[in-house]
């Protein structure tokens, strides 16, 4: 048997993109054996460890990182989830404005 996994995101608000977001998924077992750790995004896998208790993810957060994140953890046809909701914030500097200059040609 296993608990239902924890999921710890950081940082855990006022998330921007182009900031380094990191997830860790971790759960507690009785006996190691055949035990997978799953990440999920919009039911999207991201990563997955076999025979582990902690699953940890990081990336440079971009607005498509916003969404419903899911730890899994499953034993044969055992399973346990638990959700997060992130949303990621526009951030001006990753996107600077361009300014177009007319060229004149002699």
């Known amino acids: 048997p296993f608990i239902k996994p924890t999921l710890?995101?950081?940082?855990?608000?006022?998330?921007?993109?182009?900031?380094?977001?990191?997830?860790?998924?971790?759960?507690?077992?009785?006996k190691m054996r055949d035990i997978e750790i799953i990440?999920?995004?919009?039911?999207?896998?991201?990563?997955?460890?076999?025979?582990?208790?902690?699953?940890?993810y990081s990336a440079v957060a971009t607005l498509e990182?916003?969404?419903?994140?899911l730890c899994k953890v499953e034993e044969g046809k055992a399973s346990k989830t638990t959700t997060h909701n992130v949303v990621v914030t526009g951030n001006s500097s990753v996107h600077p404005r361009y300014?177009?200059?007319?060229?004149?040609?002699?």
Not at 9 to 23: A, L, Q, Y
Not at 41 to 54: A, E, F, H, M
Not at 65 to 69: A, K, L, R, T, V
């Open 8 to 30: 710890h995101i950081k940082p855990s608000s006022n998330i921007t993109e182009g900031k380094e977001i990191r997830f860790e998924c971790s759960t507690v077992v009785a």
């Open 39 to 56: 990440l999920l995004r919009n039911k999207t896998i991201l990563s997955s460890v076999r025979d582990q208790t902690t699953l940890k």
């Open 65 to 69: 990182d916003s969404g419903e994140y």
């Open 99 to 106: 300014y177009s200059v007319e060229q004149h040609l002699n």
